[in-house]
């Protein structure tokens, strides 16, 4: 069973930075596939980044050129460098990997983009 534990989020104001860093408690060497994603109330959970075993890391385009996605496989360690917020960036991000065919999430960490 692998746990992803998230921290760093909370409040920031509108052209703010936040660093969200996603513990796992595998080596995430081994992941398939890992990334964030997130939710909005009313809405549907949808993907912000994700990088699969041997191909490039995907960003969702409203996030493209602000958003950066990172891994320290020493530290079993994910990250999310979100720059420039906006109000419409505010939710719960969740990491996500999926290992050995099944898929795991975190329990999500909220953002809150307002002034």
């Known amino acids: 069973q692998v746990q992803l534990v998230e921290s760093g989020g909370g409040l920031v104001q509108p052209g703010g930075s936040l660093r969200l860093s996603c513990a796992a408690s595998e080596n995430i060497f081994n992941f398939n596939e890992m990334g964030w994603y997130r939710q909005t109330p009313g809405k549907q959970r949808e993907l912000v980044a994700l990088?699969?075993?041997?191909?490039?890391?995907n960003y969702a385009d409203s996030v493209k050129d602000r958003f950066t996605f990172s891994r320290d496989n020493a530290k079993n360690t994910v990250n999310l460098q979100t720059n420039s917020l906006k109000s419409e960036d505010t939710g719960v991000y969740y990491c996500?990997?999926?290992?050995?065919?099944?898929?795991?999430w975190g329990q999500g960490t909220q953002v809150p983009v307002s002034s």
């Open positions: 996500y990997s999926r290992f050995l065919q099944r898929e795991y």
């Open positions: 990088i699969i075993v041997g191909g490039r890391t």
